[in-house]
């Protein structure tokens, strides 16, 4: 990363500095010896540790320390709506049979069991269905609908199909 402080613009890649000075001819390799002449600066970065579930790293300008120009970060708190997206984005939409049915499994045999006897005794089209799928996604109907019969909360299925994407 170079950084130039007259324009404070931040190049990541040799193309960026490249189409900053389209009429300029630089060598085929490209030091930071030929940056400086244009007032271009190496850049250090050290990305800092948070918690990337609640927080989020943003970049401020680089400084200079000691004469070294050192990127700057702010660590921010996600908003709620973030950390809501973010947890979305995490739960799989789809799973196959095999996954749902462990993860069931895994959840609890007696939540399992409840499933199959829900099923056994559903009408033959939920049968087929449940039986015949290859897959279940998250937001099929027949699974609405067991959660409900199950008294599962919309958390507790998402657990199941975060579980079964990993089994």
């Known amino acids: 990363m170079w950084y130039q402080p007259s324009t404070q613009t931040i190049f990541t890649l040799h193309s960026g500095i490249r189409a900053a000075y389209p009429d300029t001819s630089f060598p085929a390799v490209l030091n930071d010896t030929i940056f400086a002449e244009f007032g271009i600066f190496p850049v250090t970065t050290t990305v800092p540790v948070f918690d990337a579930a609640t927080h989020k790293a943003t970049q401020l300008d680089p ?4 004469g070294v120009w050192t990127q ?4 921010v708190s996600l908003t709620q709506a973030e950390i809501d997206a973010a947890y979305q984005a995490s739960v799989p939409q789809e799973i196959s049979r095999a996954q749902f049915i462990l993860a069931l499994l ?28 290859l897959t279940f996604r998250r937001d099929f109907p027949l699974v609405a609908t067991m959660a409900t019969a199950l008294g599962k909360t919309d958390l507790e ?5 975060i579980l079964g994407a990993t089994l």
Do not use: G, M
């Open 72 to 75: 700057q970060w702010e660590v």
């Open 63 to 66: 400084v200079e320390i000691d």
């Open 106 to 133: 895994h959840t609890s045999p007696e939540l399992l069991d409840a499933v199959e006897a829900a099923i056994a005794n559903a009408d033959r089209a939920t049968q087929i269905n449940y039986k015949e799928r």
């Open 157 to 161: 299925i998402d657990a199941i199909f």
